[in-house]
């Protein structure tokens, strides 16, 4: 439990850049692009009729679970493409990684509604709502796997690195016997994260629904909403057993045995850690078919590619070979560099005269929103340590605490917020009228437990001496917290919030605008502004509040955010 | 005439370097590694190239092979300008480099992979490899269950797979055991002298003199700030060589006066203040190691072999010779013929108690250049606090990429003399209060 529940940030970049400027055209350039194409979409549209037969269930849960799929190999291969590109070209380098520092701290669901208008616009419906599900779900899964095999490629030990050089390894051997196994192990878990993570954004894409436009999608998600509607407490326990239920498969089927497979491209020379294990994987190495199948079948095949790839790529140049190429921009790379930002300044241009349609008054709406769904997300960062400090600190610290309440909450922790939405709302919404406070909860359930975590790990990090020392000392109680936990927290604590913090954001489209039994219920905030605003059809009002809400959440990365992990770094590190 | 000869190899040599340089970066932050360097090696040559860290020894390997291309010079194998990897030599690393994810097996066939070599035939070969470094029954072994010195032997057997004519081997034994690395040491020989490799030379970079003059026909000491050529000492000692012997005594005895040199003239060791061009690199050692060392001589009457210190000591030349430079410049010890002798001061330095040792060191330490220049610029500051990257701008230009390691020395020793501190959480650097009201 000693690692870190992050994603791979990558916080440690200058504050801005003129890579940042490139990247701010280039999304507004996106978004204004997205606008012009969403005009034309269609003004209503109908959503799939959802059966509640426990015997559509299966279907509806391969769906989800298909989409989840094909979104994940489409975020490795991008992974591994984008990743590579930057770790090997230093040109490319200077915009590739300011850019996905901007992609990972953008709350992806607010491109939702601009990605499903404009693409309903140009695709028949159907299909268009499909992919984009798969999209957002790509959008939401890609940037912290490529952060994590970009920085994996970026820390091959310079030594293993000279041994493929000196013997002479072509880059499909160089990538096969070096840099795929050493980046497998920081990519696999960020995999899990973002497959988990995967889930929120499914549900949110399959129940999402903005006035007459329905863009459900056939699914758990729009199982669990439809019985949310119709009240039928047997079916959301059905919906809801379902999805557990695939999620525990998948994580034992999949992702626990590629895990231990995994465990031999460990570095670290020495066996410390405890191994993972997997009864399936178990399972699946002692079986003969498995067996010769793997002898007689996989490795002749590697055999052969391996040949014909080698033969593909040819034995590297020494430039190549050296740690990391230094490749200077070539005239054709800074024309075509030129002319791709003169577009995109033009986009940006065209985008300023349609926000400028925007009345004045809409601007103050905006602000108002920006400050009320700050305020929502920052109780709802507060109510989640305040909870998770005790019991994490109480968890990471008690065994037997730890064997009765780790197990009962990875499994509700593994539950995708967006999930029990409609479920939460039947419950609160009689009670308060309006969705103002819930949508508090709603964030909050999503984000409590990336805090969580990260203060159990947090905890059990804590050197055993140290509690020693802290014990004979006779430190006890709030001196106690307040010399040995607390500062031993605080960067699992600032990695957790950071997290959190950003799920808040995302929650906030789906949180704060919701259609509920036939009747729309929208709190004050930029969530429910854009949700809004879809649903109008106001396009000036989606573009200037959808970027108010990434302006405003980027700021608060490259600020606040920043600066308090580099605290962390810097002096609460315990190596 | 002879100028025409260098250029056209009579083909004797298996490996020619001309005046070969490497630095890295470029401008006011350009870093030499290695200046001007000369070398031939001859077929059924062992050659070991030594010295200190830091003198460029691992680089000029590494330019050798072409995994690192030369910045000026040039390198001929057999008479062929050296352009790339050369295919004709491979290196044994000092962290073995194998691959932690396959098998003592794989690690091996790998490198017959990369040549093209069918399966089969690379399965046997493999095995007889192994089988010859003894490595026989830990075939299908992960790097991570073996000790060090098998590890290494897997990174031999790897390297003898594509018959090297010219092996390099970059401090094979540094990271290994005392016991493992004297086994390894033999069986390398072994294998050498009995011509059962078909290895034509061998080029082992070292900063273990012991082993150099155990091993090689030839040992190339190389002195750092930047990287050169020192002296080129032929070993003509009969194998299997003695360590107890006196030839081989003596002949260590000179290495080490040649590694270690001779102390200075004042003016020379101190240099002149940063900016000048002249500053003198402060070495990098702390107070602490540097009073156990003056209190060893003292132990030993004010004078002991240096070979014998790292002995006694049981420390690598690396770790000693930074602190006994900080002997130098502080005016403790001289050093001449590979002896290290206690100046008065040095003395005296031994025999003080912590409060006049911290004295002494308060009027020792502010005679570097380095030092004063720090201390007189906080003072005219108005708050006595400057930044440190302001610090490490400046000595940027003197010391580039080490500007940071002379900083944090400085700040070592200042901070034991009572000079000025670091204050960690505004990365500024202070005048010490008591100092300054004196």
């Known amino acids: 439990m000693r690692r870190r529940f992050e994603r791979a940030f990558n916080l440690s970049l200058p504050a801005f850049g003129i890579g940042d400027v490139v990247i701010a055209l280039l999304l507004i350039a996106l978004l204004y692009l997205g606008t012009r194409l969403a005009i034309n979409a269609p003004q209503s549209v109908t959503g799939p009729d959802i059966s509640l037969a426990p015997t559509a269930l299966p279907?509806?849960?391969?769906?989800?679970?298909?989409?989840?799929?094909?979104?994940?190999?489409?975020?490795?291969?991008?992974?591994?493409?984008?990743?590579?590109?930057?770790?090997?070209?230093?040109?490319?380098?200077?915009?590739?990684?300011?850019?996905?520092?901007?992609?990972?701290?953008?709350?992806?669901?607010?491109?939702?509604?601009?990605?499903?208008?404009?693409?309903?616009?140009?695709?028949?419906?159907?299909?268009?709502?499909?992919?984009?599900?798969?999209?957002?779900?790509?959008?939401?899964?890609?940037?912290?796997?490529?952060?994590?095999?970009?920085?994996?490629?970026?820390?091959?030990?310079?030594?293993?690195?000279?041994?493929?050089?000196?013997?002479?390894?072509?880059?499909?051997?160089?990538?096969?016997?070096?840099?795929?196994?050493?980046?497998?192990?920081?990519?696999?878990?960020?995999?899990?994260?973002?497959?988990?993570?995967?889930?929120?954004?499914?549900?949110?894409?399959?129940?999402?629904?903005?006035?007459?436009?329905?863009?459900?999608?056939?699914?758990?998600?729009?199982?669990?909403q439809t019985a949310a509607n119709q009240n039928n407490i047997p079916a959301i326990l059905m919906g809801l057993g379902t999805l557990i239920?695939?999620?525990?498969?998948?994580?034992?089927?999949?992702?626990?045995?590629?895990?231990?497979?995994?465990?031999?491209?460990?570095?670290?020379?020495?066996?410390?850690?405890?191994?993972?294990?997997?009864?399936?994987?178990?399972?699946?190495?002692?079986?003969?078919?498995a067996q010769t199948f793997s002898r007689r079948v996989w490795q002749p095949l590697t055999e052969k590619i391996d040949r014909a790839l080698g033969r593909l790529f040819k034995a590297s140049t020494p430039e190549q070979t050296g740690v990391i190429a230094e490749g200077r921009p070539s005239i054709a790379g800074i024309v075509i560099g030129l002319v791709l930002l003169a577009g995109l300044a033009y986009a940006a241009l065209q985008a300023l005269s349609l926000l400028i349609t925007l009345p004045l008054s809409d601007y103050g709406r905006i602000l108002q929103g920006v400050l009320a769904t700050l305020l929502r997300v920052v109780i709802s960062l507060a109510?989640?340590?305040?909870?998770?400090?005790?019991?994490?600190?109480?968890?990471?610290?008690?065994?037997?605490?730890?064997?009765?309440?780790?197990?009962?909450?990875?499994?509700?922790?593994?539950?995708?917020?967006?999930?029990?939405?409609?479920?939460?709302?039947?419950?609160?919404?009689?009670?308060?009228?309006?969705?103002?406070?819930?949508?508090?909860?709603?964030?909050?359930?999503?984000?409590?437990?990336?805090?969580?975590?990260?203060?159990?790990?947090?905890?059990?990090?804590?050197?055993?001496?140290?509690?020693?020392?802290?014990?004979?000392?006779?430190?006890?109680?709030?001196?106690?917290?307040?010399?040995?936990?607390?500062?031993?927290?605080?960067?699992?604590?600032?990695?957790?919030?950071i997290t959190a913090g950003g799920g808040a954001w995302n929650a906030s489209i789906v949180a704060e605008y919701i259609k509920f039994g036939g009747e729309t219920y929208a709190a004050t905030g930029v969530g429910a502004l854009i949700a809004e605003a879809t649903a109008r059809g106001n396009f000036p009002l989606l573009l200037a509040s959808t970027l108010a809400l990434i302006l405003t959440v980027v700021t608060i990365n490259r600020t606040l955010w920043r600066r308090l992990y580099k605290i962390a770094e810097d002096r609460f590190k315990m190596e | 005439m002879a100028t025409l000869m260098t250029q056209t190899t009579n083909g004797n040599s298996l490996l020619e370097l001309q005046q070969v340089t490497r630095y890295y970066g470029k401008g006011a932050k350009r870093f030499m590694a290695v200046r001007g360097v000369d070398l031939r090696i001859q077929?059924?040559?062992?050659?070991?190239?030594?010295?200190?860290?830091?003198?460029?020894?691992?680089?000029?390997?590494?330019?050798?092979?072409?995994?690192?291309?030369?910045?000026?010079?040039?390198?001929?194998?057999?008479?062929?300008?050296?352009?790339g990897v050369n295919p004709h030599a491979t290196i044994v690393f000092q962290t073995f480099a194998l691959y932690p994810w396959l098998t003592v097996q794989q690690n091996v066939e790998v490198a017959l992979k990369a040549r093209g070599v069918p399966e089969a035939e690379r399965r046997k070969k493999a095995d007889q490899l192994l089988d010859k470094v003894g490595l026989d029954?830990?075939?299908?072994?992960?790097?991570?269950?073996?000790?060090?010195?098998?590890?290494?032997?897997?990174?031999?057997?790897?390297?003898?797979?594509?018959e090297p004519?010219?092996?390099?081997?970059?401090?094979?034994?540094?990271?290994?055991?005392?016991?493992?690395?004297?086994?390894?040491?033999?069986?390398?020989?072994?294998?050498?002298?009995?011509?059962?490799?078909?290895?034509?030379?061998?080029?082992?970079?070292?900063?273990?003199?012991?082993?150099?003059v155990l091993l090689a026909d030839r040992v190339v000491v190389m002195g750092k700030d930047p990287g050169h050529v020192i002296a080129d000492v032929p070993v003509t000692l009969h194998h299997p060589r003695q360590r107890k012997d006196t030839a081989f005594q003596a002949l260590v005895d000179k290495v080490y006066a040649l590694v270690a040199g001779r102390t200075a003239p004042e003016a020379v060791t101190l240099g002149a203040a940063p900016g000048s061009g002249q500053a003198a690199k402060l070495p990098a050692a702390t107070i602490n190691r540097l009073a156990g060392l003056v209190e060893k001589v003292n132990e030993e009457g004010g004078q002991h072999a240096l070979y014998r210190l790292t002995e006694d000591l049981r420390l690598e030349l690396d770790d000693v010779l930074p602190i006994v430079e900080a002997a130098e410049v502080m005016g403790f010890a001289t050093v001449d013929q590979g002896d290290i002798k206690l100046t008065g001061l040095g003395q005296a330095f031994a025999d003080a108690s912590i409060i006049a040792r911290k004295e002494i060191l308060a009027g020792r330490v502010l005679r570097l250049p380095t030092i004063r220049w720090i201390y007189e610029t906080l003072q005219k500051d108005d708050n006595q606090r400057i930044a440190e990257d302001y610090f490490i701008d400046q000595l940027q230009n003197d010391f580039g990429e080490y500007a940071r390691d002379q900083l944090d020395t400085a700040v070592d020793w200042a901070r034991y003399a009572e000079l000025f501190a670091y204050d960690e959480r505004s990365g500024e650097l202070f005048l010490d209060e008591d100092e300054s009201a004196k």
């Open chain 1, 59 to 224: 279907w509806y849960a391969f769906l989800s679970t298909g989409r989840m799929a094909i979104a994940y190999l489409l975020s490795l291969l991008f992974t591994l493409v984008y990743g590579y590109a930057a770790a090997r070209n230093r040109t490319a380098r200077l915009f590739m990684l300011p850019l996905l520092d901007v992609l990972q701290s953008v709350p992806i669901l607010s491109f939702l509604p601009i990605v499903l208008l404009s693409l309903t616009a140009i695709l028949p419906q159907r299909f268009a709502t499909e992919l984009a599900a798969v999209i957002l779900i790509v959008t939401s899964q890609a940037w912290n796997m490529t952060y994590s095999f970009y920085q994996s490629m970026t820390t091959i030990p310079t030594e293993l690195r000279e041994a493929s050089s000196i013997f002479r390894f072509n880059p499909w051997l160089r990538f096969k016997t070096l840099e795929l196994p050493f980046a497998a192990i920081g990519l696999i878990w960020n995999s899990m994260m973002s497959w988990a993570g995967g889930w929120f954004f499914l549900m949110a894409s399959e129940i999402f629904t903005v006035g007459d436009r329905d863009f459900r999608l056939p699914g758990l998600g729009s199982y669990l």
């Open chain 1, 245 to 289: 239920v695939v999620i525990v498969l998948l994580d034992q089927l999949v992702w626990r045995p590629i895990l231990v497979y995994a465990d031999k491209y460990k570095v670290e020379m020495a066996s410390g850690e405890t191994a993972p294990e997997s009864w399936f994987y178990d399972l699946l190495s002692h079986s003969v078919v």
């Open chain 1, 383 to 497: 109510i989640a340590v305040m909870w998770t400090i005790p019991v994490g600190v109480l968890i990471g610290s008690n065994r037997r605490a730890a064997d009765v309440l780790q197990p009962i909450i990875q499994v509700v922790a593994s539950i995708p917020a967006t999930a029990l939405f409609p479920v939460i709302v039947l419950a609160l919404i009689s009670v308060t009228g309006s969705l103002n406070v819930p949508a508090i909860i709603l964030m909050l359930l999503g984000t409590q437990w990336y805090v969580l975590f990260n203060v159990i790990a947090g905890t059990s990090a804590i050197p055993q001496d140290l509690r020693y020392t802290t014990a004979l000392l006779q430190v006890k109680g709030w001196a106690r917290w307040r010399t040995l936990i607390l500062p031993a927290l605080f960067p699992y604590l600032i990695t957790g919030m």
């Open chain 2, 43 to 83: 077929p059924g040559e062992f050659v070991c190239l030594l010295g200190p860290s830091g003198c460029g020894k691992s680089t000029l390997l590494r330019v050798i092979t072409g995994l690192n291309p030369t910045s000026e010079g040039q390198i001929l194998y057999k008479g062929q300008l050296v352009t």
């Open chain 2, 137 to 162: 029954g830990f075939e299908g072994a992960y790097p991570r269950e073996l000790s060090g010195g098998m590890r290494q032997k897997c990174g031999f057997a790897r390297a003898m797979a594509v």
């Open chain 2, 165 to 212: 004519e010219l092996l390099c081997l970059d401090e094979p034994f540094s990271a290994l055991d005392v016991l493992s690395a004297e086994a390894l040491r033999g069986e390398l020989l072994e294998l050498w002298l009995s011509k059962s490799i078909p290895t034509q030379a061998i080029l082992m970079v070292t900063h273990n003199i012991e082993e150099a």
